[in-house]
């Protein structure tokens, strides 16, 4: 896995957590990361920096 990837994935746990009233218990699994990521990708396009 990539850097990017990585990053993509910590930043999009990250956003899921602090959308939920809960902590841990909230924290998502990879598989729903991963389609958050596909679904807001679907809505706003790509968006990454320049490395």
Request: proline share 2%.
């Amino acid at each position: 896995m990539s850097i990017v990837e990585c990053l993509e994935l910590g930043s999009a746990s990250a956003s899921m957590l602090v959308a939920s009233h809960g902590c841990s218990d909230d924290m998502p699994d990879i598989e729903k990361i991963r389609a958050f990521i596909r679904e807001e990708k679907k809505q706003y396009g790509e968006m990454i920096a320049s490395v």
